[in-house]
């Protein structure tokens, strides 16, 4: 990669920031496209966020990610939000068009994405939501355009109940949402053909969002958690022979949508996906 003066900057901002995989995604997909650009991780301390947007706008960043803490926050600080990403209240890629910060989410195609690749046409089917938060209800957006049968399942009902309200007149699908009671997951989880985790159950909390013993083998599971790369929650389902899925092509698919966003192009999967399983075995041999 040779950087000149007009190489313009690309990045992602969050905190922590150091243990982001995006910088070695998006330069792989950069160079093997031969495109004059680099993509950087910057570390904002919270309470800088809104200085962070601000000096980005101010030398030219041409586009950046954003990733936790800031994803909702950064919401006040944006110019403009697209349809999506105005109702999923939580930003993940944003594109400077001439001065002006728009916002986008790319979490909702990315699962999306990965629904088809593993189960192709996902009409007719029954498909459990856990967790109402950004990445849920970006998934849910996608979904609700497609004729199939939609419960959200979420701690916190109310939120699911948001979700359902605002997405009902609009929707192909049929919406509903529950509690995670074990009364409501009984009442979902046997006839779901696919289950969705999106939660942090798992990864920053350890056990499963849901009981285990009610997933079985005609179930596909989809946990959007990269690491661990096996939470418990898929090692339930795999050991009672279902279909497992982890977060690692969601990672891919967002940052390919982003991609998009930013240089107009698809970016070569194979070459984005080849990275980040690369450095997830190193990850293993620790
Ligand atoms: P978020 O906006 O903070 O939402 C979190 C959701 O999880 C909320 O619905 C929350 O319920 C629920 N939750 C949190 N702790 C819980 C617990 N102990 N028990 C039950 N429910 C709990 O987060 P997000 O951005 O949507 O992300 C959700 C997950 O997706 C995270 O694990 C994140 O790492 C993952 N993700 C992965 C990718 C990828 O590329 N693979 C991309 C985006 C997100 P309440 O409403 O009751 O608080």
Known sequence: ??????????????????????????????????IDAVYVAFHVKPGMLKDAVYGMKAIGVKGFN???????????YLDQLDEETAFVEAVNTVVDVDGCLVGY??????????LKSTVGNL???NIVVIGAGGAARA?????????????????????????????RSNSNAKLSYR????????AVIPKAHIIVNATPVGMTTPGCPISPSLVNSSHIVFDMIYWPPETQLLKEARLRGATIV??????????????????????????????VEEEFSRYGER
């Open 246 to 275: 982890n977060g690692l092509p969601m990672l891919v698919y967002q940052a390919a949508y982003s991609f998009k966003l930013w240089f107009g192009i698809f970016p070569p999967l194979d070459v984005m996906f080849r990275v």
């Open 66 to 76: 954003v990733t936790m803490p800031f994803k909702t926050e950064i919401v006040s």
């Open 179 to 186: 509690s995670l009671s074990e009364d409501d997951q009984k």
């Open 123 to 125: 009409a007719g089917l």
């Open 139 to 167: 998934l849910v957006y996608h979904l609700s355009k497609i004729p199939c049968d939609i419960t959200i399942l979420n701690r916190s009902v109310e939120k699911a109940r948001f979700i359902v309200e605002k997405l």
């Open 1 to 34: 990669m040779k950087i000149s003066a007009r190489t313009n900057i690309y990045g992602v901002i969050g905190y922590p920031i150091e243990h982001s995989l995006s910088p070695m995604i998006h330069n792989a997909a950069i160079e093997a496209l031969g």
């Open 105 to 114: 989410t790319t979490d909702g195609l990315g699962a999306l994405e990965v």
